[in-house]
């Protein structure tokens, strides 16, 4: 098989490889790649910004697949099932965190295109345990970035709680996502994109946000909450100064710049700032039936697989509108 593989962090980019078919193990599925997406915690992997991955890997964890083999011991799956594999691959069942259902923060959990081959690539192999079905109203390219953009965007709005004005900083591939969320469940969307960034405000104005502006723009009124999908710790004092007493700021991505100093000013009358890491099967099973119900609208670019590095490039340079799903 073919797969794009990063030979070592840091280089920015991958290299084509022709693979051995990868043979599933006990409670694995092996599944034919339909569609891959490109997510910035890819970037972040081929640009040596995370630690420790597993060398040489197949990067890619917004998988849609068809089950072709199914492992010794699984149920729940069979041969011609259409499934969705996401990043959080693997967790031990046994500790603490797993037993309190925060299976996201388990510290030998192993997760997919990191220490586990993800998707881009013709085929993968995945424990079925952490496979869903996926919701039929979605084809394979508009159903890949449910399963990190649509997944870690669910987890951060569920943890900016429940205010009405929700402020989303960053408006690419997950944004986009929650913001029709939030707009189909009655909320208030303020859009913050870069300073003279007007593709992303026509946008974002087109998917029907409250607001849209710069992220050094004040709102129109203060928010309630505020999701900060952008790498950029300079958003966290920014976005705390435009929320109302009370407010939380939630940082989505794995990686982030530092974060500067800033007065306790900002912080004070309750005010929370919070992370997001990974995800459940449980924010999976309850985002994918959102899914199902809420008319989402998928904004992608196609690539060919032996595309991988110029999607990565356009991610990167901020070229995209949306998300780019990779298509073997």
Request: with cysteine.
């Amino acid at each position: 098989m073919r797969a794009m593989v990063m030979i070592r962090p840091g280089l920015g980019t991958l290299e084509l490889r022709d693979l051995e078919l990868p043979v599933p193990g006990e409670g694995e599925l092996a599944v034919r790649v339909l569609a891959c997406g490109v997510c910035r915690t890819d970037l972040h992997l081929v640009d040596g910004e995370l630690p420790d991955p597993v060398v040489p890997i197949i990067p890619g964890h917004e998988i849609v697949g068809r089950v072709e083999r199914v492992g010794a011991g699984v149920t729940g799956f069979r041969a011609g099932d259409r499934v969705g594999i996401p990043w959080l691959g693997w967790s031990c069942s046994a500790c603490a965190a797993c037993h309190a259902g925060r299976e996201n923060l388990c510290q030998l959990a192993r997760f997919t295109g990191y220490q586990i081959n993800g998707g881009y690539a013709e085929r993968a192999i995945a424990d079925a345990r952490f496979c869903f079905h996926l919701t039929a109203s979605y084809d394979d390219v508009h159903a890949a970035p449910l399963l990190c953009a649509g997944l870690i965007g669910y987890r951060a709005y569920r943890l900016a709680g429940q205010g009405t004005r929700l402020g989303l900083y960053g408006f690419g591939a997950a944004a986009h996502i929650i913001a029709q969320v939030a707009l189909w469940q009655s909320r208030e969307v303020y859009a913050f994109v870069s300073p003279g960034d007007e593709q992303a405000l026509a946008f974002a104005r087109r998917l029907g946000v409250t607001w849209a502006g710069s992220s050094r723009e004040s709102p129109p009124v203060p928010l309630d909450c505020a999701i900060i999908f952008a790498p950029v710790g300079a958003l966290v004092p920014e976005a705390l100064s435009r929320t109302s007493p009370g407010g939380v700021v939630v940082c989505a991505g794995i990686h982030m710049s530092d974060i500067p100093s800033f007065p306790y000013r900002l912080l004070w009358e309750e005010r929370l700032v919070r992370s997001v890491a990974n995800l459940t099967r449980t924010d999976a099973t309850e985002f994918l039936a959102l899914a199902g119900d809420c008319p989402l609208q998928i904004h992608v670019k196609p690539y060919a697989l032996i595309d991988a590095n110029l999607a990565l490039s356009d991610l990167r340079t901020g070229r995209l509108e949306g998300a780019a799903v990779l298509v073997p």
